[in-house]
């Protein structure tokens, strides 16, 4: 059983930057599809990032492409999403998660973990 714990949320101001850390137990990264989710309030989770299991490629969402990096940091076990020219709009509660390796999916139903919360304030 893979569990995840997010870390380094809080507020900033639009324009800032922010570093969202997850560290996992039980489970090797690199074997698994990697993700980054965010849900604000009202809304539905929605993919944010993710990186591919074998290759490391990552993929994002349009809404936040060219201003979030995902990477991964195989020896440390953790995957990472700096966040820059954050807008009011990025505010939400930010969930890392992993999925089976050849399915194509950036996460598992069982190892969602409590989120990071995050806040931009205008």
């Known amino acids: 059983q893979v569990q995840l714990v997010e870390s380094g949320g809080g507020l900033v101001q639009a324009g800032g930057s922010l570093r969202l850390s997850c560290a996992a137990s039980?489970?090797?990264?690199?074997?698994?599809?990697c993700g980054w989710f965010r849900q604000a309030p009202g809304k539905e989770r929605e993919f944010v990032a993710g990186?591919?299991?074998?290759?490391?490629?990552?993929t994002y969402a349009d809404s936040v492409k060219g201003r979030f990096t995902a990477s991964r940091d195989n020896a440390k076990n953790s995957m990472y999403l700096q966040m820059d020219s954050l807008k009011p709009e990025d505010t939400a509660v930010y969930y890392c998660?992993?999925?089976?390796?050849?399915?194509?999916?950036?996460?598992?139903?069982?190892?969602w973990g409590q989120g990071t919360q995050v806040t931009v304030s205008s």
């Open positions: 990186i591919a299991w074998r290759t490391g490629i990552t």
């Open positions: 998660n992993v999925g089976p390796p050849f399915t194509g999916r950036y996460y598992s139903d069982d190892y």
């Open positions: 039980g489970g090797t990264l690199s074997t698994y599809n």
